[in-house]
């Protein structure tokens, strides 16, 4: 069966410094990657998707930028956080049925 | 581009009472899908529906796309606790979800 990871689950980090988000799926190949934001009591918002190794395509203009180094692997990165950074990131894999990791609540100080 | 929009934002029921949630879109959509929303939890893909003037059943859930295919309502028979959480609605487009807002489900013992 198909299992998707998120890491951290938790993080506080100071406005200006990095971040790196990471999400693993263990069960399938090429898999379609996502990932999404979530305001508090909010929607989620995409922000970046892949269909592949080093292809990634981002919906919205913003401080972030994704990679997908390896085939199962996607990762949120940023090199200064913004206040506005904060969230619940949701990382998924799929197509039109979509399966959710475990999430990271980000705080940004 | 696509909108998904959804009321209520918020309900609360006493428990054993019906609940229904809304989603609405200028365009007709190629299908719609249902999210649930545990309180601190992940998304969890209850269904999806294509055909105009679907109704599916899950226990006490019925999920209907409209006839026109630009609107969806779910129902909730006899609120129980365990309902509480946020349920989204959404389309897929070319394998990206477009969300709506969520309503979120308020259950009074």
């Known amino acids: 069966s198909q299992t998707i990871h998120q890491w951290p689950a938790t993080l506080v980090q100071p406005v200006g410094s990095p971040l790196s988000l990471e999400c693993t799926v263990e069960?399938?190949?090429?898999?379609?990657l996502y990932w999404y934001r979530q305001a508090a009591g909010r929607g989620l918002q995409l922000l970046f998707y892949s269909v592949g190794i080093g292809q990634i395509s981002s919906e919205v203009p913003q401080n972030l930028s994704a990679s997908r180094p390896q085939d199962r692997q996607f990762i949120l990165s940023s090199k200064k956080l913004l206040l506005s950074d904060s969230g619940f990131y949701l990382c998924a894999w799929g197509w039109n049925e979509q399966f959710f990791g475990p999430g990271t609540r980000l705080t940004v100080l | 581009g696509q909108q998904v929009m959804q009321i209520p934002q918020y309900q609360h029921v006493q428990e054993g009472e019906d609940f229904t949630t809304y989603c609405n879109s200028s365009t007709t959509l190629s299908n719609i899908q249902w999210y649930k929303q545990r309180p601190g939890g992940h998304p969890v893909f209850l269904i999806q529906l294509v055909k105009s003037g679907e109704v599916k059943k899950q226990k006490r859930l019925t999920f209907q796309f409209g006839e026109a295919k630009k609107n969806s309502s779910l129902h909730i028979t006899a609120t129980q606790t365990t309902d509480v959480g946020t349920y989204f609605c959404c389309s897929s487009n070319t394998g990206k979800l477009i969300f709506g807002q969520g309503t979120t489900l308020q259950v009074k013992p």
């Open positions: 069960g399938t190949s090429n898999p379609n």
